[in-house]
């Protein structure tokens, strides 16, 4: 009976694609390729177990040969053992290690994660491996080079959204987000900034103070910027600007230093960051930048928010002020300890001219 | 007359009040301290490792920032009192005003420069205060004028936006920063030649001047005293009523300079403040 089962099992394995899979997957297959098989556990709760066959095949794992058991070591034997989880979660959880033989960076680099501190307290649907990449179909999202393929790129919200769906729905309305929609792979997507494997918990004060330095990853570099017309000078100013040096001073310094100093996504937002010409919540209204001074500033006046040059370099049409206070003192400076500096020159050498002909003459005088 | 009343000491002239001298003292500590406090803030982007060392030695950012301001302080209190200690030595006193620029120190100048290159026979005689030391005095008093200016701007945006245009803040960080580098390197170029390369200079310390360097610097003053032209007699009567009327305007000008400058400095804390309150 196992027998002419098996033997049928292969012969419908071989008339979809898989020729070239081997036959181990195929075993499972006969039983794993029923739709609609579930497995219970004794909490009640239960888990789909139907393997798509199709999808299998195509996936990175189907593809390239591994077989179910490489994973599923405990099930190598038909009837299988009793499972030993108390529930489908804690299968789950019991298994993504499973990961590890093969994966071993990516696998060390999530123990560094937010999701596996989650985990560790009690929040036991955090993400493992499994739930973000479906290793029964996960395509290959890396080129020859190990970097992210752009149809990889633009599926990541959606897989984030899984858990954090509040989070995507904000970030596809942003300036950042609909173009990933529009299929624009040069935007950042969720893992740009928060990292993929061992992401940082983003609540820490560490994380904001290196929040420039993610922004500014790509705002300063002037082959993506030109593309769209974006200024590079986003970092420069802000560093300039007394909040930012202290934010930058605080985190290569003191990198827990808790701060009140505001960090790019104070004034720009944080997923719903928004294109600076958006009429809706730009920042050039100067309302809204004055919201954003009074809360440290809470005294604050319409004029105020002007002290903040909204990262321009001061130039002598828009900041007449700064420009010619820059420009009087890059003149007075060296104008003055230079003019300083020459007369001492000259005093000294000349004063040095002077003892010397005085000892000469002295010389002259005791020897005549 | 015999030997011994013909006898002379080396002869010393008095030349700064202990006055003076606490007040170039505290001046120095202050400015000292500003420097100190000051370049870390104005460098701060540099991401200069000494810098950052230099900061967090003086108790991070904050306490740079509240130490600079403490230091500030203190300089300003200084320029009041030395404002009202020049005010009664010209009103009560009615010393000559020897401080003040005339057109002999272009002259003196312009010959001194000539003088080092050759095309003039000899230096400036010069009196009370050398040229050389105008220039000092006035571009202090005239740096710590901007200085307390900007300062004041800085310390407290949200009063000065009230009155003047946002840009005026960012422009008082150029203008601060960029007066204070101006008097460090003027500090360290022009006084430090002047009087601690060229000669020790001691007066400042001692108070007083030998007759050998008063020759030397100050030659039309000694020439003064010599003849008995430097000290004039000062009517008692009169000297008592002035100081009649000048102590009770000087201590209503000081009380309204010290009420300002406790309002500067305790009008606003969020430009300094790091930390979420």
Redesign the interface.
């Known amino acids: 009976m196992k027998r002419l089962r098996l033997g049928s099992g292969f012969l419908l394995g071989s008339a979809l694609v898989l020729l070239a899979a081997p036959t181990r997957a195929q075993e499972c297959l006969d039983c794993h390729g029923q739709p609609g098989s579930t497995v219970s556990f004794k909490d009640g709760s239960s888990k789909d177990i139907t393997i798509d066959a199709e999808a299998w095949a195509a996936s990175v794992h189907g593809s390239m040969g591994a077989t179910c058991t490489d994973c599923h070591t405990e099930h190598k034997e038909y009837p299988h053992p009793e499972l030993k989880a108390g529930s489908a979660r804690e299968y789950t959880l019991s298994h993504y290690t499973s990961c590890e033989p093969c994966h071993d960076e990516q696998f060390k680099k999530q123990l560094d994660g937010v999701h596996i501190k989650a985990i560790a307290g009690s929040h036991k649907n955090a993400a493992v491996c499994s739930d973000c990449h479906n290793p029964h179909a996960q395509k290959k999202i890396t080129g020859e080079d190990g970097k992210l393929l752009p149809e990889g790129r633009v599926g990541i919200p959606q897989t984030c959204a899984r858990c954090h769906r509040e989070i995507q729905v904000k970030y596809r309305e942003s300036v950042h987000g609909q173009a990933l929609v529009d299929g624009n792979p040069d935007v950042p997507t969720c893992i740009d900034c928060h990292g993929v494997h061992d992401i940082p918990d983003p609540r820490t004060t560490a994380f904001r103070l290196a929040s420039p330095r993610m922004c500014a990853d790509c705002h300063t570099d002037a082959k993506k910027m030109a593309k769209y017309k974006l200024s590079t000078q986003v970092l420069r100013t802000y560093v300039a600007d007394f909040h930012g040096s202290t934010v930058t001073l605080f985190q290569r310094r003191h990198p827990d230093q808790v701060t009140n100093k505001p960090v790019c996504y104070d004034c720009h937002g944080i997923h719903d960051i928004a294109s600076k010409s958006d009429p809706k919540k730009s920042l050039q209204v100067k309302a809204n930048l004055l919201q954003t001074c009074q809360k440290c500033h809470p005294d604050a006046t319409a004029n105020f928010s002007d002290a903040w040059l909204s990262h321009y370099i001061p130039t002598r049409e828009r900041t007449p002020l700064v420009y010619w206070s820059r420009l009087a003192y890059q003149i007075l400076i060296p104008g003055v300890v230079g003019g300083m500096a020459l007369f001492v020159a000259s005093d000294f050498l000349r004063r040095r001219l002077d003892r010397r002909r005085h000892l000469e003459r002295r010389h002259r005088g005791e020897t005549a | 007359m015999s030997d011994e009343t013909t006898f002379e000491l080396p002869r010393t002239y008095d030349r700064f009040s202990a006055s003076d001298r606490v007040q170039h003292a505290v001046m120095v500590i202050s400015f000292l301290v500003l420097t100190v406090t000051g370049l870390p803030?104005k460098y701060?982007?540099l991401?200069n490792r000494y810098l950052?060392d230099l900061?967090?030695l003086l108790g991070?950012?904050e306490g740079v920032r509240v130490v600079h301001r403490y230091a500030a302080t203190v300089l300003m209190l200084a320029t009041v009192y030395h404002l009202l200690a020049a005010a009664h030595r010209v009103l009560v006193r009615r010393v000559s005003l020897s401080m003040l620029p005339r057109y002999q120190d272009v002259v003196d100048a312009l010959q001194?420069?000539r003088?080092?290159?050759?095309l003039a026979k000899e230096r400036p005689r010069t009196d009370r205060y050398t040229w050389e030391e105008k220039v000092e005095y006035w571009s202090l008093l005239w740096g710590t004028v901007v200085m307390i200016g900007t300062g004041f701007m800085l310390w407290n945006?949200?009063a000065t936006?009230?009155f003047?245009?946002?840009?005026?803040?960012?422009?008082a960080?150029?203008?601060h920063?960029?007066?204070a580098?101006?008097a460090i390197?003027?500090v360290l170029?022009?006084h430090f030649?002047?009087v601690h390369?060229?000669s020790f200079n001691r007066a400042m310390f001692t108070g007083q001047m030998t007759e050998h360097e008063m020759e030397h610097e100050h030659p039309l003053e000694l020439a003064r005293i010599k003849a008995g032209e430097a000290t004039r007699a000062i009517d008692p009567v009169a000297l008592a009523r002035r100081r009649k009327i000048f102590l009770p305007v000087a201590g209503v000008v000081a009380a309204l300079l010290l009420a300002g400058i406790y309002w500067f400095v305790t009008l606003?804390q969020?430009?300094i403040?790091?930390?979420?309150?």
């Not at chain 2, 003088?115 to 050759?118: A, D, F, H, T």
């Not at chain 2, 003047?164 to 422009?171: N, S």
């Not at chain 2, 403040?273 to 309150?277: A, E, F, G, N, S």
């Open positions: 803030q701060i982007y991401n950052d900061i967090d991070g950012i001194a420069v003088y080092n290159l050759g945006p949200i936006a009230r003047l245009p946002g840009e005026f803040i960012p422009a960080q150029v203008v920063g960029g007066e580098l101006l390197l003027a170029v022009w030649y002047s390369l060229r606003e969020t430009a403040t790091t930390l979420p309150r």
